[in-house]
């Protein structure tokens, strides 16, 4: 079965820096990879997508990255801002008509003022 | 409009008493998702339902775990003689087949504790 390492540390950067996470992944290589914010008491919510014939995807201040030969997928927040501070999740796809994603189990990020 | 609704949010029970969860997904959404999410721990798959197919229940960890899915909305999860290892958060998401983001809208949850 695929597994996904998220750093388990909580990441703390000071305001106005760029915010780098990773997600790592054994087996099988997703057709699409996804990135969701979570808060506190809160469900997930989706941030950006990322198919495996992509190198990256940017949106905003969001960018990832998609490295299918070393496994991993970055994600960056730039000039981050404290409420940027929540769990950052990232589901990986199969894809072939498999519509259940694995998640990871998130990293945490908190940007001080 | 509306997203996904889930209800109660916040359900203590006594180890061995049955329990129902509800969602309500987004209207027009053919898919719905249930998971759980254990304290530090990723989202746990338990079942998915997509339109009329048969429901892929492949996640679900025991036999004292079923859901429903009526008139292809709202979904009831129900736990069976519950234990305390079923204290968790669980999570109904909903999305749109053939939306090609695979964008799942989640709800806020609802909170188990088993005591």
């Known amino acids: 079965s695929q597994k996904i390492e998220q750093n388990s540390e909580a990441l703390n950067i000071q305001e106005g820096k760029t915010a780098t996470l990773t ?8 057709a699409y990879l996804q990135w969701y914010r979570q808060d506190p008491g809160r469900g997930p919510v989706f941030l ?32 981050s801002q404290p409420a ?8 990986l796809h ?14 945490s990020l908190i940007v001080h003022p | 409009g509306a997203g996904v609704s889930q209800s109660p949010s916040n359900k ?21 998702y249930w998971y759980r999410q254990s304290l530090g721990q990723g989202l746990e798959f338990l079942i998915y ?18 859901a429903e899915r009526t008139g292809g909305s709202v979904s009831t999860l129900t736990i069976q003689r519950t234990q305390q290892e079923d204290s968790a958060v669980y999570l ?10 695979y964008e799942q809208y989640f709800g806020p949850g609802t909170r188990l504790t088993v005591t």
């Open chain 1, 23 to 30: 997600c790592n992944y054994t087996n099988y290589s997703p």
């Open chain 1, 48 to 79: 950006l997508l990322i198919r495996e014939n992509e190198k990256e995807k940017r949106k905003e201040r969001l960018k990832v990255t998609f490295d299918t030969t070393l496994k991993q997928s970055l994600f960056h927040i730039t000039a």
């Open chain 1, 84 to 91: 940027d501070s929540a769990t950052y999740l990232c589901a």
């Open chain 1, 94 to 107: 199969r894809g072939g008509g498999s519509y259940i994603p694995t998640f990871g189990r998130g990293t």
């Open chain 2, 12 to 32: 203590v029970t006594e180890k061995g008493k049955d329990v129902e969860l509800r969602c309500d997904p987004i209207s027009g959404h053919t898919a719905l």
């Open chain 2, 49 to 66: 339902f997509q339109g009329n197919s048969a429901p892929d229940k492949s996640g679900l960890p025991s036999d004292r775990f079923s």
């Open chain 2, 92 to 101: 109904c998401a909903s999305n749109q087949e053939g939306v090609s983001s």
